[in-house]
């Protein structure tokens, strides 16, 4: 599968991954990015042995969009720092289940914990849960098969597991084809999530940095999708 390559230097990738990749193997055959990076630079650059390649975030599974990796170590551990400290601005199109009039901004905050044998999150009244905050605005909305969906943009403000997932879900606006959270099934394993822009600084350099990507297919391609 070739790679969608936004942005190269010595010690960053930027690549779109596509949905229903891993972000890293799982121990079987599937094809994950981590190993799609390594193999393109090895191939590239005509690396002999082991090319170091950093993961510093994950996309899930069904979730596409625009996912950065360190070549270096040092590259790696500014990345990964300033992803603890907040300074990576990420942002997503979904499409949820239900209409919210367009134009419409919100924010949810809810205190999330994770259920590791259902491995979901779940909202909590107490301590056990982080909190988690993220704006959004309705972009559009349709209805298909009697359903109105709308597309959404979110921006978040903390990184937690399945985050959106499970806030629009408590909201009720499960994303569309979000089975595990009470959406719709979407015909395949389709998941109507997609990371349409990383901003951070260079970790050596210094130098805002601004990537993007917009889905086209699926649950968003009945939408006018808007540019960013």
Do not use: C
């Amino acid at each position: 599968m070739p790679l969608k390559i936004l942005y190269e230097d010595n010690q960053l990738i930027v690549a779109v991954k596509p949905a229903g990749i891993l972000s890293q193997s799982d121990g079987t055959d599937k094809a994950d990015m981590l190993s799609m990076v390594k193999e393109y630079v090895k191939i590239k650059y005509d690396k002999p042995g082991a090319v170091y390649i950093g993961l510093v975030h994950r996309l899930d599974q069904n979730v596409g969009g625009v996912m950065v990796f360190a070549r270096t170590s040092k590259a790696a551990a500014r990345l990964s720092e300033a992803i603890r400290d907040h300074e990576f601005a990420k942002r997503y199109y979904a499409v949820v289940e239900g209409e919210i009039p367009i134009t419409t901004r919100g924010t949810l905050v809810d205190r999330l914990a994770k259920d590791e044998t259902a491995r979901i999150a779940i909202i909590v009244n107490d301590d056990s849960g982080r909190e988690a905050v993220l704006d959004y605005t309705s972009l559009g909305v349709l209805r298909k098969d009697g359903r109105d969906r709308t597309l959404v943009d979110v921006r978040l403000h903390s990184g937690r597991f399945h985050q959106i997932r499970a806030q629009f879900a408590n909201a009720g606006h499960p994303l569309v084809g979000d089975t595990k959270y009470g959406g719709a099934p979407a015909g395949r394993a389709v998941l109507a999530l997609h990371a349409v822009e990383l901003a951070f600084d260079h970790p050596v350099t210094g130098a805002p940095l601004v990537f993007r990507d917009l889905p086209d297919s699926g649950p968003f391609a009945k939408f006018k999708i808007p540019a960013l």
